[in-house]
Nanobody
């Protein structure tokens, strides 16, 4: 089970950190990622991280602004979002899979319920 932290309303240029708590499985050995779905848009990949945290990958739209990380001792993954833009407004989902490739492609076995992030201009 994956549970995202509460999102929120942030002004453009602001920052917000999301967390994703994993339970009920050996998620410390799973690759994990963040996805988002904006209003009227399809779900898109945001970032992924390997089980050991060594390998990370980002969508071009968030590179340099977002940072994905994880703390396996706490079974928790994070997404630090900075320099937020109105176009970052979306429901953000965390996901996990045993295979990093499937995380990057969105074919994840486990999904969170999503959390709303709204960036005002």
């Amino acid at each position: 089970q994956l549970v995202e932290s509460e999102g929120g309303l942030v002004q453009a240029g602001g920052s917000l950190r999301l967390s994703c708590a994993a339970s009920g499985g050996t998620f410390r050995f799973y690759a994990m990622g963040w996805f988002r779905q904006g209003p009227g848009k399809e779900r898109e990949f945001v970032a992924s991280i390997a089980w050991n945290g060594i390998s990370t990958n980002y969508a071009d739209s968030v590179k340099g602004r977002f940072t994905i990380s994880r703390d396996n001792a706490k079974n928790t993954m994070y997404l630090q979002m900075s320099s937020l833009k109105p176009e970052d407004t979306a429901v953000y989902y965390c996901a996990a899979d045993a295979n990093l490739g499937r995380v990057t492609s969105g074919e994840c076995e486990y999904w969170g319920q999503g959390t709303q992030v709204t960036v005002s201009s």
